[in-house]
């Protein structure tokens, strides 16, 4: 009997330190598709734990990560308390990591994204003709398409993640590639360029959700007291250079279509 216990407990460590719990407010921004690298990124992790710990009197840690494979890997071994999701992540995986939406982002104080499907001038007319592959920053996953297309099977085209889009745009100009998909912030920068006057818009998907901040798990109050921080960050003049590095002009509360 005392051997079984031994060895079930022997088990029970393994398992647990199998798993890094993080401390009480630690983060992680999973955003695949974007440029940089972890690395790269990490000053600007800092600068926000650095405001956070002072906001909420913890210590607080961040990391990043815009390699789908890699995010996936960190959250298999890693247990951050929150996160800044984008999202094709969030609905890929929301089930599988328990994720509840506590706030949203505002990308250039956009309080909706909207995607569009971009092809060749001399392309079809609908994303039903599109053929070959369709590139992006956010189709990295099958359920991307579901996004898109609002749930509706929309074109028999392949898709395949980028962290490159804009280079995509310049193939797709030259009708080197079938098509990029490209959010409202990316097209903003290139909407009135004559650099592309050789693409077309085909489709603009609805108004979806901006990245979500997601809680893990069941919220607490901890949750609530990271919300109000993060809401009120547009009104602090410390956090100006913060959100500008965030690239959001703030937060806003959890989108309703999230939940």
């Known amino acids: 009997m005392f051997r079984r216990v031994i060895v079930f407990a022997f088990v029970l460590v393994l398992t647990l330190s199998s798993v890094a719990f993080a401390g009480r407010f630690d983060f992680a921004i999973l955003q695949p598709g974007q440029p940089g690298t972890t690395?790269?990124?990490?000053?600007?992790?800092?600068?926000?734990?650095k405001y956070l710990s002072a906001k909420l009197g913890e210590n607080v840690k961040g990391v990043y990560y815009n390699d789908l494979n890699a995010a996936l890997d960190y959250l298999g071994k890693n247990k951050p308390t929150w996160a800044i999701s984008g999202l094709t992540f969030y609905k890929s995986y929301v089930d599988k990591f328990a994720m509840v939406p506590v706030a949203s982002t505002l990308p250039q104080g956009m309080e909706k994204d909207v995607w569009r499907l971009i092809v060749p001038a001399s392309g079809p007319d609908s994303p039903e003709k599109v053929q070959g592959t369709v590139?992006?920053?956010?189709?990295?996953?099958?359920?991307?398409?579901?996004?898109?297309?609002?749930?509706?099977?929309?074109?028999?085209?392949?898709?395949?993640g980028t962290h490159k889009a804009l280079r995509m745009l310049r193939k797709v100009?030259?009708?080197?590639?079938?098509?990029?998909?490209?959010?409202?912030?990316?097209?903003?920068?290139?909407?009135?360029?004559?650099?592309?006057?050789?693409?077309?818009?085909i489709y603009t998907s609805p108004k979806l959700p901006n990245s979500p901040v997601v809680w893990f798990g069941n919220t607490s109050d901890d949750a609530f007291r990271l919300q109000a921080v993060l809401l009120d960050m547009d009104?602090?003049?410390?956090?100006?250079?913060?959100?500008?590095?965030?690239?959001?002009?703030?937060?806003?509360?959890?989108?309703?279509?999230?939940?």
């Open 39 to 49: 690395a790269e990124a990490q000053p600007v992790m800092d600068e926000l734990a």
């Open 135 to 160: 590139y992006g920053s956010m189709l990295y996953t099958p359920q991307s398409l579901g996004i898109l297309f609002s749930g509706n099977k929309s074109g028999e085209f392949t898709v395949e």
């Open 173 to 201: 100009n030259k009708g080197k590639v079938s098509g990029v998909v490209l959010d409202a912030v990316q097209y903003s920068v290139i909407k009135d360029s004559s650099r592309y006057s050789n693409t077309k818009v």
């Open 235 to 259: 009104k602090d003049p410390a956090a100006n250079d913060l959100l500008k590095l965030l690239q959001t002009a703030g937060f806003n509360p959890a989108d309703k279509d999230l939940r």
